[in-house]
Structures are given as structure tokens and as C-alpha cells.
T-cell receptor, first 113, second 116 residues
Framework: EPEVTQTPSHQVTQMGQEVILRCVPI?????FYWYRQILGQKVEFLVS????????KSEIFDDQFSVERPDGSNFTLKIRSTKLEDSAMYFC???????????FGEGSWLTVV | AQTVTQSQPEMSVQEAETVTLSCTYD???????LFWYKQPPSRQMILVIR????KQQNATENRFSVNFQKAAKSFSLKISDSQLGDAAMYFC?????????????WGLGTSLAVNP
């Protein structure tokens, strides 16, 4: 089973601080996604990324959020100034160009205090 | 817009018994995929089973099988011979096959308890 690796597994941050969540995708899987799951709620789509640009983003993905592949390998989600309501599990997901299955990382649990 | 509904917030089953989790969805598309994901207490999201809408045959993976009723837009998951390790949150998800994005749309989940 292919693996998507996420770091950190858990981060506690002060409100207003910047956070970067990192994802190491599966080799040659070029479609990237970030999803969010607030405790007790459904999984929500944040953004999809392909060919070094955002292909779709949700209403949640406002100006506080950004994504990039800084070194052509890792895929990051940055939250510029965290708010309490950003506390959630953030999942990175990955799909091959011809693939039908989206593989998930183990998630990064963000707690904003 | 597509929606996914899981009407059972919680379910329980005795070990070794069979349980069925319900999922319905709404879409105007004809080409799509449906998934069941399992989320154990570790909160990792694990793919359980996948169904292509154009296939009439129900998908099966070992003890996991689905009952896919396309006309009724229903996609239930059956777990046979339930094991303690099956205890988890189960999410039903829909994915269009149109375009390149192919994001997942999720149900609210069903929490499954397995009683010894």
C-alpha cells in the first residue's frame, strides 16, 4: 500500500502564529489535496493542487491559507495567522494521474490555543 | 452539488456477527466513484473499499462488501464476521470522475462499536 507521510503528527500553537504542515507524497502521484476534519465533524475539502498550481479551493481556504511544493517534492500547507477555529486534523492526500484512489496521510493534528 | 448522507451516527455489532452501514448520495452525474474509508482511534484515514458507478457488480474486499444500488443512489457497506479491530468511524465518500480535480465529498460518518 502506497504511503503518504505527514509531519508533524501533532502541533500546538498560539493563536496568531504561523503554522506549516508538511506532506511527503507518493512518488509520481501528482495530484495533491488537503482536507480538514474538525473534531466531531465531517471531513472537509480545502484545496487541490496539480502542476504547481491550485486547481480548486473551497470557501474555507481563504487568504490565511496557502500551499506550495517548495522543493518539487514535499507539499506544504501554511496557515498564516492561526485562529482557534483552525484546530483540526489536517489530512494530506495524493492521487496518481491515472489513478482513481486517493491515498491519505496519517494526518496532522493542529491545536490552536 | 453532490451530497453524501450517512443516517446512522452510531452502530454496534457483536464480534463475529454481520453489520451493515448505510450511505445515500445525491448526484446528477452518471460516472463517479464511491468509497468507504475507515478511521480508527489513531485518526488515520484508511481506504476500505471502492466502487465504480459504471460497474454493476458489487465490490468485495475480504470481509467487506457493498450493496450498490445506482438507481436508488444507495451504497451500503456490509462487514461480515466482525472483529474487534473493525471498531472505528466509517465514512462514505463520493468522487466525480469528471475533470482533473476529483475531490472527495464526505458523509458525516458512522461510529461502529464491536462488542466482544
Amino acid at each position: 500500500e502506497p504511503e503518504v507521510t505527514q509531519t508533524p503528527s501533532h502541533q500546538v500553537t498560539q493563536m496568531g502564529q504561523e503554522v506549516i504542515l508538511r506532506c511527503v507524497p507518493i512518488s509520481n502521484h501528482l495530484y495533491f489535496y488537503w482536507y480538514r476534519q474538525i473534531l466531531g465533524q465531517k471531513v472537509e475539502f480545502l484545496v487541490s493542487f496539480y502542476n504547481n498550481e491550485i486547481s480548486e479551493k473551497s470557501e474555507i481556504f481563504d487568504d490565511q491559507f496557502s500551499v506550495e511544493r517548495p522543493d518539487g517534492s514535499n507539499f506544504t500547507l501554511k496557515i498564516r495567522s492561526t485562529k482557534l477555529e483552525d484546530s483540526a486534523m489536517y489530512f494530506c492526500a495524493n492521487r496518481a494521474s491515472s489513478g482513481n484512489t486517493i491515498y491519505f496521510g496519517e494526518g496532522s493534528w493542529l491545536t490552536v490555543v | 452539488a453532490q451530497t453524501v448522507t450517512q443516517s446512522q451516527p452510531e452502530m454496534s455489532v457483536q464480534e463475529a456477527e454481520t453489520v451493515t452501514l448505510s450511505c445515500t448520495y445525491d448526484t446528477s452525474e452518471s460516472d463517479y466513484y464511491l468509497f468507504w474509508y475507515k478511521q480508527p482511534p489513531s485518526r488515520q484515514m484508511i481506504l476500505v473499499i471502492r466502487q465504480e458507478a459504471y460497474k454493476q457488480q458489487n465490490a468485495t474486499e475480504n470481509r467487506f462488501s457493498v450493496n450498490f444500488q445506482k438507481a436508488a443512489k444507495s451504497f451500503s457497506l456490509k462487514i461480515s464476521d466482525s472483529q474487534l479491530g473493525d471498531a472505528a468511524m466509517y465514512f462514505c465518500a463520493y468522487r466525480t470522475n469528471a475533470g482533473n480535480n476529483r475531490k472527495l465529498i464526505w458523509g458525516l460518518g458512522t461510529s461502529l462499536a464491536v462488542n466482544p
